[in-house]
């Protein structure tokens, strides 16, 4: 098959801009390195996955969270929390104490 022929029969790919601060383009440089891919195929390796991920659990209804955003909320649930004085009246007002 042709040089030709075999770019008509595949799947053309597109451009995606992005901008970034110099931290986030160092550190997604880095950690392409680390992996030895470029940034592009490294972008592409991680982003898409974690698209697809995001996108099936928003059909499922599902709240789909990093380990790390789990024990943030956990950590969120767990921390004592202290109530304004409107907070508490209205409490009392849904329970029908006033």
């Known amino acids: 098959m042709s040089t030709a022929a075999r770019k008509s029969t595949e799947?053309?790919?597109v451009n995606l801009m992005v901008r970034l601060d110099a931290a986030g383009k160092k550190t997604i440089?880095?950690?392409a390195a680390q992996r030895?891919?470029?940034t592009s195929d490294y972008v592409r390796t991680v982003l898409v996955p974690q698209a697809d991920r995001e996108l099936r659990a928003a059909e499922s209804n599902t709240i789909a969270l990093s380990p790390a955003e789990q024990i943030a909320f956990w950590q969120a649930l767990n921390a004592p929390t202290r109530l304004t004085s409107e907070q508490k009246e209205l409490g009392s007002l849904m329970r029908?104490?006033?």
């Open 29 to 31: 440089e880095r950690a």
């Open 36 to 38: 030895r891919l470029t």
């Open 96 to 98: 029908g104490e006033t």
């Open 11 to 13: 799947a053309k790919s």
